[in-house]
């Protein structure tokens, strides 16, 4: 690892589970990024495909997505940043009347064996309530995380937990769930190449510090 540069490592957040395939016209332009503005770029994977459909693991109906993933470092270090790149979709399956709406996705890390928790931050989506059928919301978190500190131990696991909220009335049925692959655009016509990103977390990681 070169001393005065970071180590960039890809954590990919892997999903365990039945997934269940959306197409992707019908997200009918229900597509939001924490990134506004300029857009942060960091070491995550990419792909150019033109798929036309997105596939999501989620819970049961109307339960809220809740997966505890672990990394295992290595190597022991420090964390000084991280960037995170996680896809949820939100799905109406069935409304009569009322509505139901993708609230947050919830991020927090904790050391394995400990009380430690290292990060946990709620990142709203700012999507409106929906009210159709069939609706889809696919929220999108792009953000960097600054001045982590967050030391690591060869062996010592990080427990990475994802949480999905959905807010909605009694006459809503809705799912939601991670998107392991997804897309980053609206295409305007079907079958267009566009670029796809990955759900997980890059780690920059310094060399060797005293734990």
Same mark, same amino acid.
């Given at each position: 690892m070169d001393e005065d540069y970071p180590e960039a490592v890809w954590v990919p957040l892997i999903p365990v589970g039945t997934f269940v395939r959306h197409a992707l016209a019908d997200l009918n332009g229900?597509? /939001?990024?924490? #990134? +506004?503005?300029?857009?942060?770029?960091? /070491?995550?994977? #990419? +792909?150019?495909?033109?798929?036309?459909?997105l596939a999501v693991l989620s819970a049961?109906?109307?339960t809220d997505f809740d997966q505890t993933y672990q990394w295992v470092p290595e190597a022991s270090g420090k964390i000084d940043k991280f960037f995170v790149n996680i896809a949820g979709l939100m799905h109406i399956d069935s409304i009569d009347g009322g509505s139901g709406q993708f609230q947050s996705i919830r991020l927090t890390i904790t050391r394995e064996g400990g009380d430690d928790l290292l990060f946990d931050q709620a990142y709203m989506?700012?999507?409106?309530?929906?009210?159709?059928?069939?609706?889809?919301?696919?929220?999108i978190v792009q953000e960097p995380v600054w001045g982590a500190d967050m030391k690591i131990r060869a062996g010592n696991p990080l427990n990475i937990r994802v949480r999905m909220t959905v807010a909605q009335t009694a006459t809503v049925v809705t799912d939601v769930g991670l998107v392991p692959f997804f897309t980053q655009q609206?295409?305007?016509?079907?079958?267009?190449?566009?670029?796809?990103?990955?759900?997980?977390?890059m780690w920059y990681i310094s060399r060797d510090q005293p734990f």
């Amino acid at each position: 690892m070169d001393e005065d540069y970071p180590e960039a490592v890809w954590v990919p957040l892997i999903p365990v589970g039945t997934f269940v395939r959306h197409a992707l016209a019908d997200l009918n332009g229900h597509l /939001r990024s924490t #990134q +506004t503005g300029k857009i942060g770029i960091d /070491r995550c994977p #990419q +792909t150019i495909t033109n798929i036309d459909s997105l596939a999501v693991l989620s819970a049961a109906n109307d339960t809220d997505f809740d997966q505890t993933y672990q990394w295992v470092p290595e190597a022991s270090g420090k964390i000084d940043k991280f960037f995170v790149n996680i896809a949820g979709l939100m799905h109406i399956d069935s409304i009569d009347g009322g509505s139901g709406q993708f609230q947050s996705i919830r991020l927090t890390i904790t050391r394995e064996g400990g009380d430690d928790l290292l990060f946990d931050q709620a990142y709203m989506s700012g999507i409106a309530a929906r009210t159709g059928d069939e609706d889809l919301d696919l929220f999108i978190v792009q953000e960097p995380v600054w001045g982590a500190d967050m030391k690591i131990r060869a062996g010592n696991p990080l427990n990475i937990r994802v949480r999905m909220t959905v807010a909605q009335t009694a006459t809503v049925v809705t799912d939601v769930g991670l998107v392991p692959f997804f897309t980053q655009q609206i295409g305007s016509t079907t079958g267009e190449v566009m670029f796809w990103g990955h759900s997980g977390i890059m780690w920059y990681i310094s060399r060797d510090q005293p734990f």
